[in-house]
């Protein structure tokens, strides 16, 4: 499968993750906040740092009872309206250009969700280089095709798609002009839990709908992300903040600067130990190879004598003949003298 080029960065299984630190509304409403997010994750390796785009009323009315009302009980956001939830959450459209500056200044790539066709078209006014797709979106077709007519790279979240759905969508995409798709496999519960991860569907999205196959994680830790790269995921994206103890509207199932650098070295690491399908010695091996077991003296012989359980034993290292030649040399004549400590050959023998 071809790689993706984003800003110099490449996205495929021949190239390490691509790490994506989300900011969500972990800024708490401070743009001094939300450009030390910037800098702390610039500073844990991540190669790119996202926003949300919306405004509260083109993600819902402005409603505070029955469906529009959060009444769930174990819900992060209990006693809010979508509203209210939205407005504490979005990210001022006028500080979208400093925080795309300042990722560009430190290295990464700064991108955004738009959730809206009015998003889009402001993304497309900052030149972003990229945009991702929300799983509660990923069945809005005529947003994805919006995106899609930019004609630049898309990750999508699958959260609670169907393959049907999913089908669509990435048809969707294709046919609106995308050349470069990711899917995420994501489970849209905050936080997620590894048992509802179900990490062995990215296999299948990859071979099922031929695209890259990422991770949207909203597991606590590392090590669901750290897995998913040993299933190729190609992409990782995390929920990021500076201090959970100090709060936000996804502070809960986000991680910290140091969880996330932490994140960056062990996936790196765990795609670099996927390697290639190998047997044999490998170069790094090959000094190991003198402490295999091998044929060897163990006491001394004069010439004539016959090897025995008691004086040729199987020992490290591994300078002698091999092992699977024991039972061929027992019972046989040594035709010299030697010392015990001798490795065996074939030119011992009479």
């Excluded at 190609?234 to 936000?248: D, M, N």
């Excluded at 996330?260 to 190879?289: C, F, H, N």
């Excluded at 010439?303 to 004086?311: C, H, K, S, V």
């Amino acid at each position: 499968m071809q790689a993706i080029e984003i800003q110099t960065r490449k996205i495929g299984v021949s190239y390490p993750p691509f790490v994506i630190a989300e900011m969500s509304g972990n800024h708490n409403q401070s743009l001094e906040r939300a450009l030390e997010i910037v800098e702390a994750a610039a500073k844990t390796g991540v190669q790119a740092l996202k926003l949300q785009t919306y405004r509260a009323d083109t993600m819902t009315l402005d409603i505070d009872e029955g469906e529009f009302y959060i009444d769930a009980p174990n819900s992060l956001w209990h006693g809010n309206s979508l509203y209210q939830l939205y407005q504490q959450a979005y990210t001022p459209w006028d500080w979208h250009k400093p925080i795309f500056d300042r990722c560009q200044e430190l290295g990464m790539v700064g991108f955004s969700t738009p959730f809206d066709a009015t998003a889009v078209d402001f993304l497309e006014s900052l030149d972003v280089p990229c945009y991702k797709i929300a799983s509660f979106e990923n069945t809005d077709l005529p947003l994805i095709r919006k995106v899609a007519n930019t004609g630049k790279p898309m990750f999508i979240s699958t959260g609670m798609a169907t393959v049907a759905e999913l089908d669509e969508t990435v048809r969707a995409a294709r046919e609106a002009g995308c050349p470069d798709l990711v899917l995420l496999k994501c489970t849209s519960t905050y936080p997620a839990t590894p048992e509802n991860t179900n990490l062995r569907t990215i296999p299948h999205i990859r071979d099922l709908l031929d695209v890259q196959v990422g991770l949207s994680d909203h597991t606590m830790g590392i090590g669901v992300a750290v897995a998913s790269v040993a299933l190729e995921a190609t992409v990782i994206e995390k929920h990021f903040t500076l201090s959970r103890a100090e709060g936000g509207v996804d502070a809960a199932f986000s991680m910290e600067p140091e969880e996330m650098r932490q994140l960056v070295l062990e996936t790196e690491r765990s795609w670099q130990a996927l390697g290639k399908i190998k047997y044999g010695v490998t170069e790094a091996e090959q000094d190991s190879l003198q402490f295999r077991r091998s044929l060897y003296v163990a006491q001394d012989m004069k010439a004539g004598d016959r090897f025995t359980p008691e004086n040729l034993r199987v020992v490290r290292p591994g300078l002698g003949l091999p092992p699977k030649y024991y039972d061929i040399l027992l019972r046989k004549t040594i035709n010299q003298d030697v010392k015990m400590g001798t490795p065996m050959r074939w030119n011992l023998l009479s």
